[in-house]
Nanobody, 116 residues
Framework: VQIAESGGGLVHPGGSLRLSCVAS????????MRWHRQAPGKERELVAT????????TYADSVKGRFTISRDNSKNTVYLQMNNLKPEDTAVYYC??????????WGQGTQVTVSS
């Protein structure tokens, strides 16, 4: 199993980034995909989820209206479009494929820094 995030970087407040997560080694469409983040000194936070078929999405209150999660099952890829970024969005963002507690795969993370 491989999960690889990309698209992180440094952006000014109010800017946008799109994170991508490419997965392999499992049946992608059978997994709920999740984005989490962890800022220094803080607990990990679940940011957004999307069901296997893409019909159900959830968001943390802190990102609602600014972030959009989507997926392309033909490309085994999930995205996180982040708009109107704020300094408090600074964190390492992790992609997670979840089916059951025994089928729970994680990427290495990508750093997002929002700073002027």
């Amino acid at each position: 199993v491989q999960i690889a995030e990309s698209g992180g970087g440094l952006v000014h407040p109010g800017g946008s980034l799109r994170l991508s997560c490419v997965a392999s080694g499992f049946t992608f469409a059978n997994y709920e995909m999740r984005w989490h983040r962890q800022a220094p000194g803080k607990e990990r936070e679940l940011v957004a989820t999307i069901s296997g078929g893409g019909g159900r999405r959830t968001y943390a209150d802190s990102v609602k209206g600014r972030f959009t999660i989507s997926r392309d099952n033909s490309k085994n890829t999930v995205y996180l479009q982040m708009n109107n970024l704020k300094p408090e969005d600074t964190a390492v963002y992790y992609c997670n494929a979840f089916a059951t507690v025994n089928y729970d795969f994680w990427g290495q993370g990508t750093q997002v820094t929002v700073s002027s």
